[in-house]
């Protein structure tokens, strides 16, 4: 069975610092992961998705992903953080090649003045 | 192109009730898939619907259940409601075809907050 790990709950960066947040899947076909963005009181954004191809991804506000599968990891990253990227963030596999997403349990990041 | 539209926004209900919540997909998207979110369990799959089909499930008891239009605007029903309920039910939308519908975006909408009392 497919999953996804995330370490670290909560991550705090200072504003302007490296925003590095985890992600570790288990699969057993090679996986589609996904990152995807939440603001209080809001759904799902996605920030980039990997599929096939080049294994570093890059999304939107300015955040990539590099897929590595001998670490089994897909990390998101920003060079420098910005007030406005707090939120919580989540790693998703897609199950099996379908729309059935698994979730990790989330990475609240906050991000100080 | 509007995005993904859920009404109602919130939702109050007893124990015991029932409810339906409702889901407009993004317009020529014909998947809409269903999560439920809460603070012990995360975000779990509910269910994925193609074509007024269920195509895909998760693990939920049969008092949660769905359907979907043939303009593929979609219900999702919860009978005998449970404290345990409570939740962010968000639903989303892809376009649904493609070899690989894994590699497809899912959007998803902002959601409606069930409370159980």
């Known amino acids: 069975a497919q999953s996804v790990t995330q370490l670290g709950s909560h991550v705090s960066v200072s504003e302007g610092a490296l925003v590095l947040l985890r992600c570790n899947y288990s699969?057993?076909?090679?996986?589609?992961l996904f990152w995807y963005v939440q603001y209080p009181n809001q759904g799902l954004q996605l920030l980039l998705k990997?599929?096939?191809?080049?294994?570093l991804v890059k999304g939107i506000n300015g955040f990539e992903a590099e897929f590595k599968k001998s670490e089994t990891s897909f990390h998101l990253t920003k060079p420098s953080a910005h007030m406005s990227d707090a939120a919580e963030y989540f790693c998703?596999?897609?199950?099996?090649?379908?729309?059935?997403?698994?979730f990790g349990t989330g990475t609240r990041l906050k991000v100080l003045a | 192109k509007a995005g993904v539209t859920q009404t109602p926004r919130y939702l109050i209900k007893t124990r015991g009730q029932q409810v339906t919540l409702s889901c407009s997909p993004i317009?020529?998207?014909?998947?809409v898939s269903w999560y439920q979110q809460t603070p012990g369990q995360g975000l779990q799959f509910l269910f994925e619907?193609?074509?007024?089909?269920?195509?895909n499930k998760g693990n939920f008891p049969g008092r949660f259940s769905g359907r979907q239009f043939s303009n593929s605007r979609s219900e999702m029903n919860v009978s005998t409601l449970e404290l345990g309920d409570s939740a962010l039910y968000l639903c989303?939308?892809?376009?649904?075809?493609?070899?690989?519908?894994?590699?497809?975006?899912?959007?998803f909408g902002p959601g409606t907050r069930l409370t159980v009392l």
């Open positions: 989303a939308s892809s376009s649904g075809s493609g070899r690989a519908r894994g590699t497809d975006t899912q959007y």
């Open positions: 990997y599929t096939t191809g080049a294994t």
């Open positions: 998703a596999v897609s199950d099996s090649g379908t729309y059935k997403y698994i």
């Open positions: 619907y193609f074509s007024e089909t269920q195509r």
């Open positions: 317009s020529g998207h014909r998947s």
């Open positions: 699969s057993s076909v090679p996986p589609y």
